[in-house]
């Protein structure tokens, strides 16, 4: 069963392969010349302005938006994340114990 995180559905190896979401070799390489051709234009692209969050915006900028983490911050100094609220969250590890900094 498909598991829900983030806003994106993650697939196990085999629901993959029956569901048919295994990308053939002319999907792969297609998608391989489509990296490329963004590769090229992110390195040719000039420096973002002063004050503005660097590359093609939309979703290549921001992770979080359109997910229940929409608004979150982090603390670069503490590593803390923060809610859109402001509230601070704390850091569950894999086995929903508080990791270890």
Known sequence: MPEKFGG???YSAEESEQLGLV???????????????FENRRRTAPPAPDGTTPGFGGRFSNDHEGTEFEGWTRDPVTRQWYDQNGRLVPDQGPDNSAEQQ
Do not use: G, N
């Open 8 to 10: 994106k559905l993650f």
């Open 23 to 37: 990308p053939s070799d002319e999907e792969l390489a297609a998608a391989d010349r489509m990296f490329e051709e």
